[in-house]
């Protein structure tokens, strides 16, 4: 299963709210865990609609042995993220912000994954496995 969402309005990141949810039902994921799925992507579209001008997400089911997942890559072309370092550190933000998200997120699922460069945009990958 491959779907691909936009991003670049609020009512697209309502979609892939809605669209995430209903993939970690198909999952069977817990509650806790539908909702950390659910706020890391809601947090990842948002910044790339922010920060990365709007975008596109990514949607595809795993399969790896016993486990199954889900993996979103949120991507944009957008002008990067110069450090991110620097970027994940919980209490730094560009964006006036809490400077939670990109740490936060990445504590939220099991695998995280970032590639930026300045003037090219950036992509965040994130997977949540249900084991």
């Known amino acids: 299963?491959?779907?691909?969402?936009?991003?670049?309005?609020?009512e697209h990141v309502v979609a892939v709210r809605k669209a995430v949810r209903e993939h970690a039902l198909e999952l069977k994921l817990s509650l806790v865990e539908q909702t950390k799925l659910v706020t890391a992507a809601s947090e990842l579209a948002r910044n790339t609609i922010k920060y990365g001008g709007g975008g596109v997400v990514l949607l595809e089911r795993l399969v790896d042995g016993l486990r199954n997942g889900l993996r979103l890559v949120?991507?944009?072309?957008g002008p990067g993220i110069?450090?991110?370092?620097?970027?994940?550190?919980?209490?730094?933000?560009?964006?006036?912000?809490?400077?939670?998200?990109?740490?936060?997120?990445?504590?939220?699922?099991?695998?995280f994954l970032i590639d930026s460069r300045p003037s090219e945009g950036t992509a965040v990958a994130i997977i949540k496995w249900k084991i």
């Open 1 to 10: 299963m491959h779907q691909v969402l936009p991003l670049e309005t609020d």
């Open 82 to 111: 110069a450090d991110i370092d620097l970027a994940l550190r919980d209490g730094y933000t560009s964006g006036g912000g809490l400077g939670l998200g990109l740490g936060g997120t990445k504590r939220l699922v099991d695998d």
């Open 74 to 77: 949120f991507a944009d072309t």
